[in-house]
């Protein structure tokens, strides 16, 4: 399994951005999707995922509100829609898939992708 994001960039505080993950090499749908993200000299944390057993869909409590994740099938792309984006959120922000639903633990995720930048100016 292969997946690449894009649509990082550089915005102002309060801008939005979508992120994209284009998830290939296998069947889209029996995977678990997951963003997280690494500021510098931090440890990377969990910020959102997309159940593959309901559809459900998970939020780390300092984006809920403001980010959005959403996946289209069709596609074989899960989205990561950021509004309201604050300073604190630039990082590289990764995806990653895997064959269970782990939640936030990241160890369980098989598959990463290399990881676009967000930075968020004040």
């Known amino acids: 399994v292969q997946l690449v994001e894009s649509g990082g960039g550089l915005v102002q505080a309060g801008g939005s951005l979508r992120l994209s993950c284009a998830v290939s090499?296998?069947?889209?749908?029996?995977?678990?999707i997951a963003w997280f993200r690494q500021a510098p000299g931090k440890e990377r944390e969990w910020v959102s995922c997309?159940?593959?057993?309901?559809?459900?869909?998970y939020y780390a409590d300092f984006v809920k509100g403001r980010f959005t994740v959403s996946r289209d099938n069709a596609k074989n792309t899960v989205y990561l829609q950021m509004n309201s984006l604050k300073p604190e959120d630039t990082a590289v922000y990764y995806c990653?898939?895997?064959?269970?639903?782990?939640?936030?633990?990241?160890?369980?995720?098989?598959?990463w992708g290399q990881g676009t930048q967000v930075t968020v100016s004040s």
């Open positions: 990653a898939a895997a064959g269970d639903f782990y939640h936030d633990y990241d160890r369980g995720y098989d598959y």
């Open positions: 090499g296998d069947t889209f749908d029996d995977y678990a």
């Open positions: 997309f159940s593959n057993y309901d559809g459900s869909t």
